[in-house]
């Protein structure tokens, strides 16, 4: 959690940036080879979101969107592997693994959008 925290932080403050300003960090690897890396949109997910609009965060990163709550659980399995005390929890180590698993798939899905 003591990565997650950090994080959320920085997303809270960055949408309100862009409701300040309208301003976005543009995708570095887009600009670069003009295809969409795996991450392209999950700024527009998060924004869509926030708007409780599924279908515009689906449209922008499908990948992104169906996985958040998978994400989540990532993340609160890592703070209860933090938090327990001698072996972690099973869903903790099974989690870990999915880490790997999940990787391969943006990868995946990275390739194949493009």
């Known amino acids: 959690m003591r990565t997650a925290a950090p994080v959320f932080l920085a997303g809270i403050l960055y949408y309100l940036w862009i409701r300040a300003t309208g301003v976005m960090i543009p995708c570095p690897f887009r600009a670069l080879t003009g295809l969409k890396c795996p991450g392209c949109g999950i700024t527009h997910v998060f924004l869509s979101l926030a708007r409780g609009d599924l279908r515009a965060a689906f449209k922008a990163n499908p990948f992104i969107t169906l996985t958040i709550p998978w ?18 929890p099973l869903w903790t180590r099974i989690t870990k693994r999915s880490e790997a698993v999940y990787l391969v798939l943006l990868l995946l899905f990275g390739i194949l959008r493009n």
């Open 71 to 88: 994400l989540a659980l990532m993340v609160l399995s890592d703070f209860a592997a933090r938090r327990a005390e001698g072996e972690p």
